[in-house]
């Protein structure tokens, strides 16, 4: 039976760190760090994202700022908006909630958030800088670290080992795939297109899985003792809950759970993490301004 990697507990001790060191810095005089959301249109999970963020700067002492736009918004009042939160001293990080509506350049507003500002770790010179030895991001994208956070607990070194990252998105697959390269493992990136997935995934040491398929990854996937990081946050039909869905990950919970090492549950692991990581980027983003 896998051990179950607290994402929650984690996530806790995390808040917990930046709210004393968002105090300390307080004490001595210091500007209290800011984060600006960006959000266009009406989506409504991002509506609850961005509010779930609010509400956690509140909790650490960082002010937040929130910014909404109409869906029709043009490129050119996105980038001003992004333009006029760069040169607000207030301001230490600057987050766009994505997906943005279709009409509009993603990577262009990205682009325009300043590099010391970028709390999301997606401005193209951040991901450039994790992508190359020798080099490194002023922000990691929140997910991808606070996956690493949580594989730290059950494999301290990732040297050597074998680790299979299952899809490929900018957000989550890509920036994954390059940590797990930096911290020395072999790293298959797999997606759509791969053959015999089964058997590929089953080479895998360390398996995270950020696909976006509720339970695609079965028992019979999953190398015995395997570390498994089930990214994954699935709405499945259950008339029997009072809601009409439960939330499962890209991974049949159940069966792996008998076969792996050690498994993060949905919800409750990797969830809690993105946004834990997302005020330490803040608190580091005010550290940096204020030196």
Request: aromatic fraction near 2%; glycine fraction near 8%.
């Amino acid at each position: 039976m896998a051990q179950i990697i607290d994402g929650k507990a984690v996530a806790e001790q995390i808040r917990a760190d930046v709210a004393r060191e968002v105090a300390l810095m307080v004490r001595a005089g210091k500007q209290q760090p800011g984060l600006a959301t960006v959000l266009v249109g009406e989506n409504p999970a991002s509506q609850v994202y961005v509010k779930s963020k609010q509400k956690a700067c509140a909790e650490v002492g960082i002010q937040s700022f929130g910014h909404v736009l109409p869906a029709n918004a043009s490129q050119a009042e996105v980038e001003d908006l992004v333009a006029r939160l760069n040169a607000d001293p207030e301001v230490n990080g600057i987050l766009v909630q994505l997906p943005l509506p279709v009409h509009l350049d993603e990577q262009q507003v990205l682009k325009a958030i300043q590099i010391e500002k970028d709390v999301d770790g997606f401005h193209p010179i951040n991901i450039g800088r994790l992508a190359q030895k020798g080099r490194d991001p002023l922000f990691i994208p929140c997910t991808p670290a606070g996956v690493m956070e949580l594989l730290a607990l059950s494999m301290p070194s990732l040297e050597g080992v074998n680790a299979v990252v299952l899809g490929r998105s900018n957000i989550v697959g890509m920036p994954v795939a390059l940590l797990l390269v930096r911290a020395n493992a072999t790293v298959t990136i797999c997606h759509s297109r791969t053959k015999n997935l089964p058997d590929v995934v089953r080479q895998a040491d360390v398996l995270v899985a950020a696909v976006g398929k509720a339970e695609m990854v079965r028992g019979s996937w999953v190398k015995p003792g395997a570390i498994v990081i089930d990214v994954g946050i699935n709405r499945v039909e259950d008339a029997s809950l009072p809601k009409g869905y439960r939330l499962v990950g890209d991974v049949a919970y159940d069966e792996v759970k008998e076969v792996a090492g050690a498994i993060t549950p949905v919800p409750g692991g990797v969830g809690p993490m993105t946004i834990a990581m997302l005020l330490k980027n803040t608190l580091r983003a005010a550290q940096i301004a204020q030196p």
